[in-house]
Nanobody, 121 residues
Framework: VQLQAFGGGLVQPGGSLRLSCAAS????????IGWFRQAPGKEREGVSC????????YYADSVKGRFTISRDNAKNTVYLQMNSLKPEDTAVYYC???????????????WGKGTLVTVSS
């Protein structure tokens, strides 16, 4: 039982990329799902989280206005649309179940392999 992130790659600054998070062994419908990233030498950062109930979305300040999280329960998949990418967005991106406390996005369970996003010219 895990979540698998995929869709990463190399993109130029200012470009766009869409990541997908697919569930294996369970249904996403009842879980808040989030995106997290970890750059070399840095701590893991909560990027975004989408609730299971009303689809409320939460974003880290560093990506607000550029990234959009969405979910398609029929496809058992959560997406992260990333626009206006910057070199500092370079990281391995993971998805997992999430919670938001006092505005901070924390990961919980079902971590899987991440996908590398490299923003470079």
């Amino acid at each position: 039982v895990q979540l698998q992130a995929f869709g990463g790659g190399l993109v130029q600054p200012g470009g766009s990329l869409r990541l997908s998070c697919a569930a294996s062994g369970f249904t996403l419908d009842y879980y808040a799902i989030g995106w997290f990233r970890q750059a070399p030498g840095k701590e893991r950062e909560g990027v975004s989280c989408i609730s299971s109930s009303d689809g409320s979305t939460y974003y880290a300040d560093s990506v607000k206005g550029r990234f959009t999280i969405s979910r398609d329960n029929a496809k058992n998949t959560v997406y992260l649309q990333m626009n206006s990418l910057k070199p500092e967005d370079t990281a391995v991106y993971y998805c997992a179940t999430c919670t938001v406390v006092a505005g901070k996005i924390d990961g919980m369970d079902y971590w899987g392999k991440g996908t590398l996003v490299t923003v470079s010219s």
